[in-house]
């Protein structure tokens, strides 16, 4: 049994604890909910025929799944055990590469810029990106 003053003292720890679990969580759920943004911004650019924002895209839907991650585990640790379907308060990005119009519209804008004379050597190497493009080019 504690004394009073333990008493008192472990409940201030445990409520520093939960309030910097809750500001975690909001930290997370901020970044999460920015990260959506920016993907739904290069998801409607991309559907308009705009294929340079395919790195950009990767690299953020990435991030954007870690932190949907961080969210569901952030939640546990606080105490929640059932979680909201982030489809109802999120843009859930769909990946780029799905269909194949997506992987002619990749492979098409990645011939343009490697036959472009003005890219280095460097460049046009690092733009390529393994896949099946099978029917796809002049």
Not at 27 to 41: D, F, V
Not at 89 to 110: C, G, M, Q
Request: charged residues 25%.
């Amino acid at each position: 049994m504690l004394r009073p003053l333990e008493e008192a003292h472990l409940q201030q720890v445990e409520q520093e604890l939960l309030e910097e679990k809750a500001h975690a969580l909001g930290r997370i759920g901020r970044r999460l909910l920015e990260l959506s943004q920016k993907l739904n911004e290069l998801w409607r650019r991309w559907t308009a025929g705009d294929p340079t924002v395919l790195e950009a895209y990767v690299r953020i839907r990435q991030e954007f799944w870690t932190y949907l991650w961080y969210w569901h585990v952030q939640r546990e640790a606080a105490g929640f055990r059932v979680h909201p379907s982030p489809e109802t308060w999120l843009f859930i990005p769909p990946p780029l590469t799905s269909d194949d119009e997506s992987k002619r519209r990749v492979a098409n804008h990645k011939l343009e810029a490697a036959s472009s004379p003005d890219s280095p050597p460097a460049v046009r190497h690092a733009l390529f990106v393994p896949g099946d493009y099978s029917g796809v080019g002049p």
